[in-house]
């Protein structure tokens, strides 16, 4: 991610006027929390009525959100977004939410210019970017949907030659009621077949439920068991447990008078001390009036 995609999305983000301060520090370690605020932010800037999940708290959340926001872009405003580089909440995320921000801000421009057009009418008319995003969306998809349908016209004309020449020779054969019924019984028969494989599927769906319910009540007697045993094991005294906490009071006593004596000793070592550093003093005094 470069210094100038940082720049350029904090400078959009503030003139399309997004409410908190954003500066090129916040995005050199992840900070996933912001980057979900501004992507929230951003969609309900580009379309109110649409509806994202706001909790982030655990993992799982953190992803559905991802998924959720791309998804929605992918299908209102044909943009794709990286997932994984939106999930890293760093600068790499930068570059992607930049996608929605310069189209938000490109329709913002060209509204202004539209006002400043107009400005020999006296009238500057408020600043609304929904209409602009519900014309641009509408573009899009018309000019999506023409590309389609447009693709498939030509491959279903490329195909025509083909079937020109089946179709007329499917006319021009005569019609044979011994192929015509030979052909029925052969549906009939498959159709039978498929009927019978759905229902040998329906029965072993009902023989594999059956097991499963029989393993989950199984399942569920063992952990009855074990919980039972493990209350019981609670309620149990060790037999050591009398001597542990003697030898722990003990140790505890033993400890203080322990702790009493080092302080005593710390104490007297600092009095020593003292004193030969007076005493020192002192022999330096005589030492230099003698």
């Known amino acids: 991610m470069s210094y100038r995609d940082l720049r350029n999305f904090t400078e959009m983000m503030r003139s399309l006027g997004y409410p908190r301060l954003i500066s090129m520090e916040n995005f050199r370690q992840p900070n996933f929390p912001l980057v979900a605020e501004i992507l929230l932010w951003l969609i309900k800037s580009y379309d109110p009525?649409?509806?994202?999940?706001?909790?982030?708290?655990?993992?799982?959340?953190?992803?559905?959100f991802i998924r959720s926001t791309a998804q929605l872009m992918a299908t209102k405003a044909h943009i794709k977004l990286n997932t994984k580089k939106l999930y890293g909440a760093d600068g790499y995320?930068?570059?992607?939410?930049?996608?929605?921000?310069?189209?938000?801000?490109?329709?913002?421009?060209?509204?202004?210019?539209?006002?400043?057009?107009?400005?020999?009418?006296?009238?500057?008319?408020?600043?609304?970017?929904?209409?602009?995003?519900?014309?641009?969306?509408?573009?899009?998809h018309l000019a999506s949907?023409?590309?389609?349908?447009?693709?498939?016209?030509?491959?279903?004309?490329?195909?025509?030659?083909?079937?020109?020449?089946?179709?007329?020779?499917?006319?021009?054969?005569p019609l044979e009621l011994d192929d015509l019924e030979d052909r029925v019984s052969k549906s009939v028969s498959s159709v039978e077949e498929q009927h019978q494989h759905t229902e040998r599927m329906l029965n072993n769906i009902a023989s594999d439920e059956a097991n499963l319910e029989a393993k989950i009540q199984k399942k569920k007697q063992e952990l009855e068991r074990n919980q039972k045993r493990l209350?019981?094991?609670?309620?149990?005294?060790?037999a050591f447990m009398d001597e542990f906490e003697k030898l722990e009071a003990e140790l505890q006593k033993l400890y203080t008078g322990y702790f009493e004596k080092y302080r005593n000793l710390v104490y007297l070592e600092?009095?020593?001390?003292?004193?030969?550093?007076?005493?020192?003093?002192?022999?330096?005094?005589h030492f230099w009036q003698a």
């Open 49 to 64: 009525n649409l509806d994202l999940p706001s909790d982030i708290d655990t993992e799982q959340d953190r992803i559905f």
């Open 93 to 140: 995320a930068v570059k992607e939410i930049l996608k929605i921000t310069t189209i938000l801000y490109n329709a913002m421009k060209a509204n202004k210019q539209n006002e400043e057009n107009n400005s020999s009418e006296n009238a500057k008319a408020k600043f609304d970017i929904s209409n602009k995003i519900t014309d641009l969306k509408q573009s899009r």
């Open 145 to 173: 949907d023409i590309t389609t349908r447009g693709a498939s016209v030509y491959d279903l004309l490329g195909e025509e030659p083909d079937l020109r020449d089946q179709r007329t020779t499917a006319l021009a054969r």
């Open 231 to 238: 209350k019981s094991l609670q309620a149990v005294r060790p």
């Open 270 to 285: 600092q009095q020593l001390e003292e004193n030969n550093k007076i005493e020192q003093e002192k022999f330096e005094v």
